[in-house]
């Protein structure tokens, strides 16, 4: 569509759904989307943003970025990446077999804590079996986290999915997840327009070749009258949390809050402190260990990154 032909008025606002260099396309009211140039080099923009822009002899431009909610940061070498913007629910997409790793699974889901976005846990591929896994998703589901089993090559667990797309209070939905997950055969089975190219395991590796390699919103469209944003992250081998607080990394992890008014000290790190609650439910087998040594490996890291 020519954007002449939009009609478009002086200023308006509009979800930014990819950005490329200055390049932004936008979905505008009307869900027209809109190609445009950002006016400023020092405005940051990320997929989920509410842009303002206008329309000059007839091209967009965007002039500003609404403050933003619910955001979705990783840590790079020590450096902090906005990855999205305004996330109402965060799809962690995992599968079975060699790409189940809960290390990443976790450092994810206290990313989406930090920032207050709700999230859920697709294990894709079940078409594999659960081998191994049961207990995994046993511990995740006792700390009230949602789980969703699902193949993407059958069909299976995509009405589910589409009910958490279209439930009232959602309007972003992001994808994340390592490389190799099935991500993009997700996003096909929602979005058939989405054409998102899908990767093979790497033999070396074990882990996939990644096909998205920047935040790209799609629209799905269930119901009649029904327009959602589905935000495809790229795929990560590594999701650094080095810019969380130490109040952050424990309030990631629900079954050590549970627990830790038990602690002797208030202020307890649950590393190296006596009567230290958590670390006597791990050893209870209340809490599982691989999900304790997710929480050090986090403190670990914030460590190298700061002073403390």
């Not at 906005?82 to 077999?97: C, E, H, P, Q, W």
């Not at 290390?103 to 920032?115: N, Q």
């Not at 059958?154 to 994340?176: M, N, Q």
């Amino acid at each position: 569509m020519n954007r002449k032909d939009l009609e478009l008025p002086t200023f308006l606002c509009g979800t930014v759904l990819e950005v490329s260099r200055r390049f932004i396309k936008i979905l505008a009211p009307s869900n027209h989307i809109i190609t445009g140039i950002v006016s400023s080099k020092n405005l940051e923009v990320v997929v989920g943003d509410i842009a303002t822009f206008e329309e000059r002899d007839g091209d967009i431009f965007v002039t500003s970025i609404a403050s933003s909610e619910r955001g979705l940061y990783r840590s790079v070498h020590g450096k902090l990446k906005k990855m999205g913007s305004n996330i109402d629910r965060l799809l962690v997409i995992t599968a079975s077999g060699p790409t189940f790793n809960p290390v990443v699974i976790d450092r994810m889901l206290a990313a989406a804590r930090a920032r207050s976005i709700p999230a859920s846990l697709v294990i894709n591929k079940i078409d594999l079996g659960l081998a191994g896994l049961e207990e995994m998703v046993s511990v995740y589901r006792r700390i009230g986290l949602p789980v969703l089993l699902c193949s993407a090559k059958k069909g299976e667990g995509i009405a589910e999915l589409r009910a958490i797309l279209e439930a009232p209070e959602v309007a972003i939905v992001s994808l994340c997840g390592v490389s190799g997950v099935g991500k993009s055969t997700l996003l096909n089975s929602l979005v058939p327009g989405a054409k998102s190219r899908t990767g093979d395991l790497s033999t070396k590796t074990g882990q996939g070749k990644q096909t998205t390699t920047q935040p790209r919103g799609h629209l799905y469209t269930g119901a009649p009258g029904l327009t959602k944003v589905i935000v495809d992250l790229p795929g990560v081998q590594f999701f650094g949390l080095s810019h969380l607080s130490h109040e952050e990394a424990r309030l990631a992890f629900q079954e050590m809050i549970e627990v830790a008014g038990g602690c002797r000290f208030g202020d307890c790190k649950h590393v190296k402190e006596p009567e230290c609650a958590v670390k006597a439910a791990v050893v209870r087998g209340d809490i599982a260990t691989w999900r304790y040594e997710s929480y050090l490996q986090i403190l670990e890291e914030i460590a190298e990154f700061k002073q403390f």
